[in-house]
């Protein structure tokens, strides 16, 4: 069993936020999937069903950001779990938008819901990492995640919870490969190569012949004075 959590705020005027792109991914896997419909336990939203072969919980922790690990930490204990069975989606500003890598333990690098579960769980859990781009300066965070993506975001978010989506079963399972690879045939599909041939150019033209002259010099000269 896994349980994948994604990390946000709880309520309407946050549910547009950068910050909240960890929910948004688990709505689009529980809707695609066929989850049970959510509901509420262990300070979050909760919702279970199968991802691939394996059976999944997925939650979204209600206890504002920078408490999630309170909500984790009660989930992993109630189903029994490890830290490795935990899987965290998250916003990442160190990422251009659009942009998803897999990371397994480590350090949170200031990201305060990680920080939170770093202090209830461990370290030792896997993070999926969604780029939303930095706003330039460092005092500038705060407000660039709590703040809605523009409407010019909406493509490539919508390519990217596709391919979340398409990948969630290899994500489930532990096939970090095919589950990027998912993601990617949606943001960054490749080329088609089908292009139709070009027309062939046109021939060269076949130089002129030029005509033999058998004449004799005495005959050449002869006809100039014709």
Excluded: C
């Amino acid at each position: 069993m896994k349980l994948i959590v994604g990390l946000g705020n709880p309520g309407a005027k946050y549910a547009k936020n950068r910050h909240n792109i960890g929910f948004m991914a688990l709505d689009r896997i529980a809707g695609d999937h066929g989850f049970a419909p959510w509901r509420s336990k262990f300070q979050g939203q909760l919702t279970e069903g199968r991802l691939g072969r394996e059976k999944v919980i997925l939650l979204k922790p209600e206890t504002f950001m920078n408490k999630s690990g309170q909500s984790v930490g009660e989930a992993m204990r109630f189903f029994k779990l490890e830290p490795q069975d935990v899987i965290v989606i998250h916003d990442e500003i160190d990422l251009a938008p659009g942009k998803s890598r897999i990371k397994s333990g480590g350090g949170h690098a200031g990201h305060n819901g990680l920080r939170s579960i770093h202090a209830h769980i461990g370290e030792a859990y896997d993070r999926v990492r969604l780029g939303v781009g930095h706003p330039g300066r460092k005092e500038l965070v705060p407000g660039y995640v709590l703040h809605d993506f523009p409407k010019a975001d909406d493509d490539w978010l919508d390519d990217l919870m596709r391919g979340l989506s398409d990948g969630a079963p290899h994500l489930a399972e532990g096939d970090g490969g095919r589950f990027m690879n998912a993601v990617a045939l949606r943001t960054a599909p490749p080329r088609s190569s089908n292009s139709a041939p070009k027309p062939p150019g046109k021939p060269a033209p076949k130089p002129e012949a030029v005509p033999t002259d058998d004449r004799t010099a005495l005959q050449k000269l002869v006809d100039r004075f014709k």
